[in-house]
């Protein structure tokens, strides 16, 4: 009997165990769901975010109004496209709140006043002291709906923006879809904290990314006409790649001299002597020989003519070379120059890039060992790219996903990509700060609020001279990283509160070119000294001036013309090539007669010249071309070949498109092609230079 009893006695022991337990983890669900122990609230160092903690991982999010449900986590997301997904994070490294954080974080999370809060607010305290549950009542306050009330932004990445490693954790939801309005509110409107119960995780693309087709920036910052560069797409080189330093003393002295008006009997003859003088101390003696295989930079290139050989200007590399020429200028003045006639037009004699055409008859006088002027020394210190930076696969990760966009962004609004990329890179630590992962999304360290959201945190400031000090800040904190992006547009076209031009020599209309942007920003956008060097070395690293290039419709695709006569006489007047002669010189049969292939590949013969019998479809030639050993260039050049992407300018949507570049102009290109009207009819069509220079094409020069 004793022992039936004690049996059942155990039985019921063990049923009340397993109920006690079941209802112990019931509870512990309820408390962390519930709980008000874990948030996160102080500014000071020891609240600041930071790696490698053994502690789960808490997100930190900012419940936004209940008058502004745009931004509130739990919308439906929005489809957007998989392409632009970011590399997963890590678990073993995802930056989250040391021990010493969540005990400071919990004790004082009732205590903290609103200095230490993590948005600028006068009633933040209460944030953190009605915390205590996932469903807080938010502020009753309005959000301001007035326009964006843009502080001066941050002048480094934040102290605690540390690189996070690659995550094999699925990332939790972060608020993808945009805002329907990008105007930020005023600073100071009351945000509510509530407690967030998923791991912190770094995003990936379908959370962090969103199209900038989405972001309503405001019209009259949109721009008409995309200002060309002056640089005409040469990217100044870093310092480090050069093995002679004194071509980059050339080079700079040069270019900085690009806009600036000269004396009308100011020539090409009396820059170049100024150049070698003032750099070398150096007369310009000897005669120019024959072009040698390789050019050397500093290398004087003359146009061979039977009277006398005429100087066309100084070599600065990969087929650019400075010259003097008269340029048309817009009138500042709108009455003033609507009373000039369209034969009057102003112009003004100055240096310029252009494109050295390889395939005219040309002759070098290559520069002579000389040591460097005192000048010339003060030059080569001031050389703007200066860093030494070396390439990382994250950095071209990140590049691949916002380079699209900040293209798209500047061709619209009238800012570098180039410059906005390098920014985005310095700010954000290539996408792996604190400040620009989930939920922050701020790539560009720009301090104050977006639509009422900041996050607070450590930050160094430079105070101009180079010594750096550390400060709490405000920094923005966006939905994604398409807000991001639009908002730094807003900011530098927009100006800062009080002063819409803050940034105006930054625009690219009114800077001319990069390198004038990034020093503006230095002293504006950052105090950091040395801002314009870091921006100017990363782009030369990177080559980010291939994002500056204008994309492109198939509305620019040009006018085709089938007969030579109906030619436009500028372009005419400069063909140069005798006419195709009709011959099949494809024995091999590998391109079918009358294909754009078999045009190109004849031409090229017809010439003198050769390309290889498969070489693919039209589009295919660029990439095919620099598998073989071909020269392949972004830059148009007479006497190439043009290779269309598909899809591009008309062309096949499968097998793009190859033709012959006839004649190369400032404004636009000529080209001879075949299969356009059928049979073996050869035609031609004039391509305006934006299309001509954009990415969207590849040159490729025969052999």
Request: glycine share 8%.
């Amino acid at each position: 009997m004793k022992k039936i009893v004690l049996g059942v006695c155990g039985v019921l022991v063990f049923i009340g165990g397993l109920a006690g337990i079941r209802s112990g983890v019931l509870k512990a669900g309820e408390l962390t769901k519930d709980s008000s122990f874990i948030v996160e609230t102080g500014t000071v160092e020891s609240a600041v975010i930071v790696p490698e903690s053994s502690e789960m991982p808490v997100e930190e999010v900012i419940v936004p109004e209940a008058e502004n449900p745009a931004l509130v986590e739990e919308q439906p997301e929005v489809p957007i496209e998989e392409s632009s997904a970011l590399p997963e994070p890590s678990s073993s490294s995802e930056p989250v709140p040391s021990s010493a954080s969540s005990d400071t974080s919990s004790s004082e999370s009732s205590t903290t006043d609103s200095s230490t809060s993590t948005s600028e607010s006068s009633s933040s305290t209460d944030s953190s002291t009605s915390a205590s549950s996932s469903s807080s009542i938010p502020s009753t306050t309005k959000p301001s709906s007035s326009t964006s009330s843009h502080t001066k932004p941050s002048t480094t990445t934040p102290s605690s923006a540390e690189p996070t490693k690659p995550s094999t954790t699925q990332p939790s939801k972060a608020p993808t879809t945009p805002a329907s309005s990008n105007t930020p509110v005023t600073p100071g409107t009351t945000n509510k904290a509530s407690v967030q119960t998923n791991a912190f995780v770094a995003p990936s693309a379908p959370e962090a990314f969103s199209e900038t087709s989405t972001l309503n920036l405001p019209s009259e910052l949109k721009t008409d006409e995309v200002a060309q560069s002056d640089l005409k797409g040469f990217e100044l080189p870093l310092l480090s790649s050069f093995k002679n330093k004194d071509h980059a003393a050339v080079i700079y002295d040069g270019i900085k001299q690009l806009g600036t008006k000269q004396e009308e009997n100011y020539y090409v003859e009396q820059f170049a002597t100024e150049l070698y003088q003032k750099l070398f101390n150096l007369e310009i003696t000897g005669k120019p020989e024959k072009m040698p295989e390789e050019l050397t930079i500093g290398s004087l290139i003359y146009q061979k003519n039977e009277e006398k050989n005429v100087l066309l200007g100084v070599y600065i590399g990969d087929d650019y070379y400075l010259t003097v020429d008269d340029v048309e200028i817009e009138k500042e003045d709108e009455e003033e120059a609507s009373e000039l006639e369209a034969d009057e037009k102003e112009t003004q004699r100055q240096v310029i890039i252009e494109t050295l055409d390889l395939e005219e008859d040309l002759l070098v006088q290559e520069l002579p060992k000389a040591e460097l002027t005192e000048y010339g020394e003060q030059v080569l210190d001031d050389y703007p790219a200066s860093m030494n930076f070396t390439e990382n696969e994250s950095a071209k990760n990140f590049i691949e996903i916002i380079a699209e966009d900040a293209q798209k962004l500047g061709q619209e609004y009238d800012v570098f990509a180039s410059v906005m990329i390098a920014q985005a890179l310095i700010e954000s630590g290539s996408g792996t700060s604190t400040l620009s992962l989930s939920p922050n999304f701020n790539l560009f360290g720009i301090k104050g609020t977006y639509n009422g959201q900041s996050i607070s945190m450590a930050t160094q400031e430079d105070r101009g001279n180079g010594e750096l000090y550390s400060i709490n800040s405000a920094f923005r904190k966006y939905p994604n990283y398409a807000a991001s992006l639009g908002d730094y547009v807003q900011l530098i076209r927009g100006g800062i509160s009080g002063n819409d031009g803050y940034y105006k020599q930054a625009w690219r209309s009114e800077a001319k070119n990069y390198l004038r942007t990034t020093n503006a920003l230095t002293g504006t956008y950052a105090t950091d000294t040395t801002y314009g060097q870091k921006l100017n070395s990363i782009i030369a690293l990177y080559h980010l001036t291939q994002y500056d290039r204008v994309k492109t419709a198939d509305s620019d695709s040009g006018i085709f013309i089938k007969g030579k006569e109906e030619i436009p006489e500028e372009y005419r007047s400069r063909m140069k090539y005798p006419d195709y002669n009709g011959v099949n010189y494809n024995s091999s049969g590998s391109y079918p007669a009358g294909q754009c292939t078999w045009y190109a590949f004849n031409r090229v013969k017809q010439l003198g010249k050769s390309v290889d019998d498969y070489m693919g479809n039209g589009g295919e030639w660029a990439t095919k071309g620099k598998a073989l050993g071909y020269q392949v260039s972004q830059k148009p050049k007479a006497g190439w070949l043009i290779s269309f992407k598909p899809g591009v300018a008309g062309s096949d949507p499968r097998y793009g498109h190859v033709a012959f570049v006839e004649v190369v102009r400032p404004d636009g290109i000529l080209i001879s092609e075949g299969n356009v009207y059928g049979g073996t009819v050869i035609s031609y069509r004039v391509i305006d230079n934006a299309l001509a220079t954009s990415d969207q094409v590849s040159y490729i020069k025969a052999k």
